[in-house]
DNA sequence: GTCTATAAGGCGATAGAC
DNA sequence: GTCTATCGCCTTATAGAC
């Protein structure tokens, strides 16, 4: 393993735990087990290293999302896969959503929003959706809310881990163990909300 | 207003928007208007003030929702009133849930979770669930995965509130107007989920 | 490339005059 | 109570030896 390769890893676990401002170098150097001054020969300041980072591990949110779901035929579908999906990287980076979120809501920084990569959803999504829409196999709801309101329901318990670790007293194994559960409670939700009513 | 009034204000603006990490003393001085000194003559110290401004500003978000709750006879007129009254609450503050989740995810400092008021929840949403499910009214969900899922649904807009509003190019007026229209949108989705299928 | 030592500035906090 | 001035620490970043 590199130095390089050492410090990235490091830098990861930080950012990815503390957010930018709570991340300390030092703290990212003793991980590395390197010095505090091979950071800056690297990347010469804690702004680019951050970026690296930041660049790198928003890619893996949303890997091969876009070509499997191509591969998935109706909207439902594709929506109980992407949620599928999407727990099964939630559980290996549970901080991601934390990461992601007090990124985009730092101050006079919004330039980290557009490297989010969000393509996938209007060309797929969509798409499908208008689609499976005419054709009668979905009820008519407001799409744009829709995904939202997906990405919500699982994202949000990821955000809440250490309240709902505390509040009803788990460890992360039981966590890992309701969400693996929540998988399929979602998608029933989104079958109940889809599925139109029979006008018999 | 006194100067104690006047620091609360400005504080309150500082932590909600940068987090108790991003916060500087000088910046809460500088909008109070006063000078920094007065802040540790009031509050002694950064921490001390960040958790007077925590304990105020998180009473807020569920005011007496607990007692206006309780004249809402069934479980989904329960929930869909909880969602009106969230997006009221939200649209009047729309940086708390991001000043909420990052002081959970704080390191090292996990006591501020039991100062948020969740207690309402297991009386009320809880008892008048089960009451529902036996008389037939409501479709047997998971109560708990289904609580975590209401409140996700609301909140996480706000939390990715910079997000939207740059990558779909809305101001402030334009994101109120989504969200207005968002509490219609979830309640019917409430309805779908919860509203026994007919067994003809 | 890797280290030690240190610079330079920001920050929370305090002393002390008024 | 309010201010100015300043302390002392922490943090990022760099200089320079090896």
């Known amino acids: 393993m590199t130095t390089e390769e050492k410090i ?5 676990e930080v950012f990815i735990e503390q957010g930018y401002d709570g991340a300390r170098m030092q703290e990212i150097a003793d991980r590395a087990e390197i010095n505090k001054a091979m950071l800056h020969y ?6 680019m290293l951050f970026e690296k980072i930041f660049e790198e591990k928003v890619k893996v949110l949303f890997p091969v999302m876009g070509e499997q779901m191509k591969s998935h035929k109706g909207f439902i579908d594709k929506v109980c896969f992407f949620i599928e999906q999407y727990y099964e990287i939630l559980t ?7 990461f992601v979120i007090s990124t985009i809501n ?3 920084d ?3 929003i557009e490297k989010l990569p969000f393509g996938f959803i ?30 919500g329901m699982s994202v949000f318990p990821f955000l809440t881990r250490p309240a709902m670790k505390k509040l009803i007293g788990i ?17 029933n939700y989104v079958r109940l909300i889809l599925t139109p009513t029979n006008h018999a």
């Open 122 to 151: 209007k060309e797929i999504f969509f798409e499908s959706f208008f689609s499976d829409l005419q054709s009668g196999k979905i009820r008519e709801v407001n799409p744009f809310q829709f995904a939202i309101s997906v990405m």
């Open 42 to 47: 690297y990347f010469r300041s804690k702004d």
């Open 110 to 112: 919004k330039h980290f």
């Open 106 to 108: 730092r101050k006079d």
């Open 8 to 12: 990235i890893k490091a830098a990861e």
């Open 171 to 187: 460890n992360d194994e039981q966590f890992q163990l309701l969400m693996q559960q929540r998988i399929d409670e979602l998608k």
């Open 92 to 98: 290996k980076y549970p901080f991601m959503p934390f």
